[in-house]
């Protein structure tokens, strides 16, 4: 497998192509990883690994911790970046699937679905997106999850970073909260702000396939958050399958049950390149 780290306008990520193509006529599927809050390129490697093995191009990227927790507002442009490199790299024939990460790599993959939708008739809307795997994702926004993501992702940060770092994620739910509350009182545009995270991943006018890997000792995003999703997109005829774990962490799951991790995925990538599926 060629790998290679490239940085393009600020979008630092990395690439992987298999070693040959599968054939002359069929095109490899492309999977784009969305990481966590503090994941490192080590770790996400070890997931695109699963595709690789299947013969799948892979794209990583990894969203600043900083900006997911503070900045989040920034992934509607990384998701335009992304949408933009698939087609600078000449990928836009090929089966394209995302395999989503926490929060983190959701509030990307959430632009990236309703930019797709929004632009049927134009380049970005012909893109055949076969599928996307989401990984302990996604849960409403609170402080509570929030100040655990944060104590999360920065376990390897000394004690007094972690908690300056807590304080100032908490400040500023507090503001976005009132600020929310604002914009239901007061009637004016100004104050309006878009769809809260958690309720447009419910609402994702996608259609495609989704398999949502998720576990019961998940003490970051609570499991009854991602099964509500699963029951709304299962009423709005997605296909979905939900693959509950009993034992796993946040983001854990594939190193706690290797086996039945990689098994879910590389059968769900087969299974929505054979069918085909389109918008």
């Not at 690789?52 to 920034?74: A, H, L, N, V, W």
């Not at 087609?87 to 926490?102: A, G, K, M, R």
């Not at 958050?225 to 983001?251: C, I, N, W, Y």
């Amino acid at each position: 497998t060629q790998s290679s780290i490239m940085a393009d306008e600020d979008l630092e990520y990395d690439i992987s192509f298999p070693p040959a193509a599968v054939s002359d006529d069929e095109k490899e599927p492309v999977v784009i990883l969305l990481g966590w809050a503090g994941c490192k390129e080590n770790h996400l490697a070890k997931y695109s690994a699963i595709h690789e093995q299947q013969g799948c191009i892979t794209i990583r990227y990894i969203m600043p911790t900083q900006d997911i927790f503070f900045y989040s507002y920034k992934a509607k442009t990384v998701a335009y970046k992304i949408l933009e490199l698939i087609f600078d790299l000449n990928l836009e024939d090929h089966p394209i699937f995302f395999h989503v990460f926490s929060n983190g790599g959701g509030f990307i993959y959430r632009h990236i679905s309703e930019m797709v939708i929004s632009q049927r008739g134009g380049q970005v809307g012909a893109l055949h997106i076969a599928g996307c795997i989401l990984d302990s994702c996604p849960s409403r926004r609170s402080i509570v999850i929030g100040m655990k993501a944060v104590l999360t992702s920065l376990s390897n940060e000394p004690v007094l970073k972690r908690y300056s770092l807590m304080f100032l994620f908490g400040v500023m739910a507090i503001l976005s909260t009132i600020r929310s509350w604002i914009s239901w009182l007061i009637p004016f545009q100004f104050f309006r702000v878009e769809d809260d995270y958690f309720t447009a991943m419910k609402k994702d006018p996608s259609r495609w396939p989704q398999l949502y890997l998720y576990s019961r000792s998940d003490q970051v995003v609570p499991y009854t958050h991602v099964e509500d999703v699963v029951e709304t997109r299962k009423k709005l005829g997605v296909q979905v399958l939900a693959v509950e774990f009993e034992s796993s962490p946040h983001v854990m799951h594939m190193v706690h049950h290797r086996d039945q991790y990689m098994q879910h995925c590389n059968s769900f990538i087969k299974s929505c390149t054979m069918t085909g599926f389109m918008r």
